[in-house]
């Protein structure tokens, strides 16, 4: 009989998801759902051809060398900042993530987030949990509006689409929108976006979300500078990528009230969150969240799993960030 293919699930996953993995490869699993050092991942994945990770494992040129039998790592993310592409490449190791899955129900938490940011939810919910409330006042946790304000969203991919869509439909905003390339007509006419040059946005956003990938050009492309560009009044999301966001600066600014209110879903160093946030009241803080429903998260994980299996059943990945894509089969480059 023909030995099935040796994979690695590096993070827990659902049991569904594993047990069709099982039917097709010898699968090693962190059930446990360990914190493995790259040193861990990289004894861990010898003699593995294909890898599912979560986004929170370096993929590098290190764990490249040390692992020459890879050919397929399979993120449960959309995003793939874990990922050195580069390297990738030029070893022949396929990367997939997995887009369209989590488009809405990501949105849908983006727009959450600055609802909640928006009109103080968290913060008076505090207040009312500790026993402090007691009358009703006039500017009792009066906070900004969101129908009929300026929506900015920085990226304009599927995500920041289906975010525009929500506020230009749903909440009659106007939308302004900064992304590295303008959209189609079609599209900025579907999501009643208006393309503006980065500083535009910043000055005229009553409310700015932020869905642009992590690169290191968008390292801090929100900092002290930008921060003070934008209306005492206006409310920050981030639910792209910590690294985005300076956050020792972000704090500041809330503490200053140099802008009203943020919303974040994702950090620099998470989980580890910086200390100033934690002490600065106008924030809504979530631990990487936005796309956790159990639907999409089991889109996400099965996606996943599609990729690995096409992979090695067809020579084909059905979502891959980079190419060529080596034929099932073939040696991998030499690294
Ligand atoms: C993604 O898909 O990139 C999310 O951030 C992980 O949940």
């Known amino acids: 009989m023909q030995q099935r293919p040796a994979i690695l699930v590096a993070r827990a996953i659902f049991p569904e998801v594993l047990e069709r993995l099982r039917q097709h490869f010898e699968v090693s699993y962190n059930g446990h759902d360990e914190d493995w050092s790259p040193d861990e991942l990289i004894r861990r994945l010898q003699g593995k051809v294909g890898v599912l990770t979560t986004g929170s ?27 050195d592409v580069a390297a990738m490449t030029a070893a022949g190791v396929v990367g997939t993530n997995t887009p369209d899955v989590l488009t809405e129900t990501t949105a849908d938490f983006g727009f ?12 008076s919910e505090h207040f009312l949990r500790a026993g402090r409330w007691d009358r009703w006042a006039y500017d009792l946790f009066a906070g900004q509006d969101v129908h009929g304000s300026t929506l900015g969203i920085l990226g304009m991919g599927r995500i920041g689409q289906g ?17 590295r390339s303008r959209l ?3 599209t900025e006419a579907e999501c009643r976006a208006t ?4 500083e535009e946005l910043l000055r005229q956003a009553d409310h700015l979300v932020l869905v642009l990938p992590y690169t290191p050009q968008n390292h801090h492309a929100i900092g ?24 020792a600066a972000l704090a500041q600014a809330l503490r200053d009230r140099r802008i009203a209110a943020a919303g974040l879903d994702v950090f620099e160093g998470e989980p580890k969150v910086h200390p100033d946030l934690l002490t600065v009241p106008n924030v809504v803080l979530t631990p990487h969240i936005a796309s956790a429903t159990l639907a999409t998260r089991l889109a996400m994980a099965n996606l996943a799993a599609d990729n690995l299996i096409a992979f090695f059943t ?10 060529p894509q080596p034929q099932a089969g073939a040696p991998r480059a030499a690294t």
Request: glycine content about 6%.
């Open 57 to 83: 494992q370096r993929i590098d040129a290190t764990l490249l060398r040390a692992c020459p039998q890879l050919r397929i790592v399979a993120n449960m993310a959309v995003g793939f900042n874990n990922f």
């Open 112 to 123: 959450a987030l600055l609802l909640a940011a928006a009109r103080r939810m968290v913060e």
């Open 163 to 179: 975010i525009a869509r929500r506020g230009a439909h749903g909440f009659r905003m106007r939308v302004i929108y900064h992304n």
């Open 184 to 186: 189609d007509p079609t």
């Open 195 to 198: 393309y503006v040059s980065k």
């Open 224 to 247: 002290a500078a930008e921060l003070a560009m934008m209306k005492p009044t206006a409310t920050l999301v981030n639910i792209a990528r910590g690294g985005i966001v300076d956050d």
């Open 314 to 323: 067809r020579g084909e990945a059905l979502t891959p960030v980079n190419a």
